[in-house]
């Protein structure tokens, strides 16, 4: 079993101000974990996944993320918010083992950014 | 490429009409899924299929139905269209099996209203 806690489900920053966007995960197994964007009115895009290895990793746009195994976190950060990042962000998981591709989803978090 | 194709974009139904939501996709994914997004709910698995021939129930299955008889095309079937099904629905596919791979294409979205 796997689910995802996204804290905040609106958050706004300045343009430059630092962006986190929160993410903890619960899975039976090891997991991979996946942040999502959605602009207005259209599909998910993939910003950046972690599967193996290195625990930070750097996304499209600036933006990054650090597993943390011993927090079930995966906070997604960026040091200087753009206009055009305002979207919602979705946290992903799902389990690192053959044959289980569900992705499960977290509620998502609208980002506004104010100029 | 055209990647994961859904029709229609928009559709308005009456209360227990029935309907099918189209997906195809030109990627050659063996991993197609159905999910529906809702406010401040996130994105929540319907249905989804590994392979022609195999389909799963996801989180939320109770009045959809799916098919799975190419690797091209996954259709979503509303068998009696209710108001609770009003939504916007996203097809999904991937490659399946390695993790790496296992990054979900989404299509655009069809948005469903349901009198």
């Known amino acids: 079993a796997q689910s995802v806690t996204q804290l905040g489900s609106h958050v706004s920053v300045s343009e430059g101000a630092l962006v986190l966007l929160r993410c903890n995960y619960s899975?039976?197994?090891?997991?991979?974990l996946f942040w999502y964007v959605q602009y207005p009115n259209q599909g998910l895009q993939l910003l950046l996944k972690?599967?193996?290895?290195?625990?930070l990793v750097k996304g499209i746009n600036g933006f990054e993320a650090e597993f943390k195994k011993s927090e079930t976190s995966f906070h997604l950060t960026k040091p200087s918010a753009h206009m055009s990042d305002a979207a919602e962000y979705f946290c992903?998981?799902?389990?690192?083992?053959?044959?289980?591709?569900?992705?499960?989803f977290g509620t998502g978090t609208r980002l506004t950014i104010i100029p | 490429n055209a990647g994961v194709t859904q029709t229609p974009k928009f559709q308005v139904l009456k209360t227990g009409q029935s309907m099918t939501l189209q997906c195809a996709q030109d990627?050659?994914?063996?991993?197609m899924s159905w999910y529906r997004q809702d406010p401040g709910m996130g994105l929540r698995l319907i249905h989804y299929s590994v392979g022609a021939g195999i389909t799963d129930q996801g989180e939320v299955p109770n009045g959809y139905n799916v098919s799975r008889s190419t690797t091209e095309d996954f259709p979503l079937r509303l068998l009696s269209a209710a108001p609770s099904q009003t939504s916007v629905y996203f097809c999904?596919?991937?490659?399946?099996?390695?993790?790496?791979?296992?990054?979900?294409?989404f299509g655009a979205g069809s948005r469903l209203t349901v009198l």
């Open positions: 972690y599967t193996t290895g290195a625990t």
């Open positions: 899975s039976s197994v090891p997991p991979y």
């Open positions: 990627m050659n994914h063996e991993y």
């Open positions: 999904a596919s991937s490659y399946s099996g390695s993790a790496g791979a296992n990054v979900l294409t």
């Open positions: 992903a998981v799902r389990g690192a083992n053959f044959g289980n591709e569900k992705l499960t």
